[in-house]
């Protein structure tokens, strides 16, 4: 596809399960960002990706929070033992490198609500 | 830490009017700046990208300022529209990432 596609949509799940978003980045960009945008916070960044590595994982929340990327595309932000205030929109973000003047773009969203 | 502030939080204006959104940041080594719209329950869509080397870019009706010595850029929006209406958001690029840090947002009414 042309942008950045995410998956689910929309996920509810119970307190307590574990839940996976997927985000699929543009194809050919090496540099991927998970964003979470809730009520209280605003848009706030977790995690960076360059290609499959991590090296900057300074907003994730918790240890619950984990994320993985393979093959330097698709990568999955997975939450353990989820909690009400894991509620919010996840974004997705890709950009050609890192630090690139070119921008970021952002897909769709995974709307997580947790009862 | 870099801090982005928007100013006003909200914002009606009758349409046609002409205005200007405020953005200020607290750590001018930054990549880029973009601005951004997004409607109700939507995602992103970005509207301006203003690379470090420049002071300004512009796209249709909407102009966009970017002063990295003060930590101010400004979205002008011209003759507005009620499809204008909308959340706008600030984003700083910056770090050894290019992580984005976003404002708060400006919510804008345009009313017919």
């Known amino acids: 596809g042309a942008g950045v596609s995410q998956s689910p949509s929309n996920k509810v799940t119970e307190k307590g399960k574990d839940v996976e978003l997927r985000c699929d980045p543009i194809?050919?960009?090496?540099?991927l960002y998970w964003y979470r945008q809730s009520l209280g916070q605003g848009l706030e960044f977790l995690i960076y990706?360059?290609?499959?590595?991590?090296?900057?994982k300074s907003g994730l929340p918790s240890d619950r929070f984990s994320a993985e990327r393979t093959g330097g595309s698709v990568s999955t932000l997975t939450i353990q033992r989820t909690q009400q205030e894991d509620s919010a929109v996840y974004l997705c973000?890709?950009?050609?490198?890192?630090?690139?003047?070119?921008?970021?773009?952002f897909g769709p969203g995974t709307r997580l609500t947790v009862t | 830490k870099q801090e982005v502030t928007q100013i006003p939080a909200a914002l009606s204006v009758p349409e046609g009017e002409n205005l200007v959104l405020n953005c200020s940041f607290t750590?001018?080594?930054?990549?880029?700046l973009q601005w951004f719209r997004q409607d109700p329950g939507k995602g992103l869509t970005s509207l301006l990208l203003?690379?470090?080397?420049?002071r300004e870019q512009t796209s249709g009706r909407l102009n966009a300022s970017l002063d990295k010595s003060s930590g101010r850029s400004t979205l002008y929006i011209a003759a507005s529209q009620p499809g204008d209406s909308a959340t706008y958001l600030c984003?700083?690029?910056?770090?050894?990432?290019?992580?984005?840090?976003f404002g708060q947002g400006t919510t804008l009414q345009v009313k017919p």
């Open positions: 973000a890709s950009s050609p490198r890192t630090g690139t003047p070119l921008g970021q773009y």
């Open positions: 194809s050919g960009h090496t540099a």
């Open positions: 990706f360059q290609g499959n590595s991590a090296p900057d």
């Open positions: 750590d001018s080594a930054i990549y880029n």
């Open positions: 203003i690379q470090s080397s420049q």
């Open positions: 984003a700083v690029g910056s770090g050894n990432t290019g992580k984005l840090i």
